[in-house]
């Protein structure tokens, strides 16, 4: 089965080292402490370009269309 490639928009590394890959229709979040990579659909407009953490768990993405 042929997989569609989605290009990375963005990347981000967070206070905690983990590392943010963006895609148009998801997120990949990889766990460098874990070795592991979680997937997060979602649906936006625009694509993202910007990511800010502003505590540990609390951040702010930014699009082509705002926040």
């Not at 997989?3 to 943010?20: A, C, G, L």
């Amino acid at each position: 089965a042929h997989k569609t490639r989605m290009p990375v928009t963005y990347s981000f590394i967070d206070k905690e080292d983990n590392i943010w890959l963006c895609t148009k229709g998801a997120i990949y979040l990889y766990n460098t402490t874990k070795g592991n990579v979680k997937r997060y659909e979602i649906n936006i407009l625009g694509n993202i370009n910007y990511i800010c953490q502003c505590k540990e768990n609390y951040y702010y993405i930014g699009t082509d269309n705002g926040i």
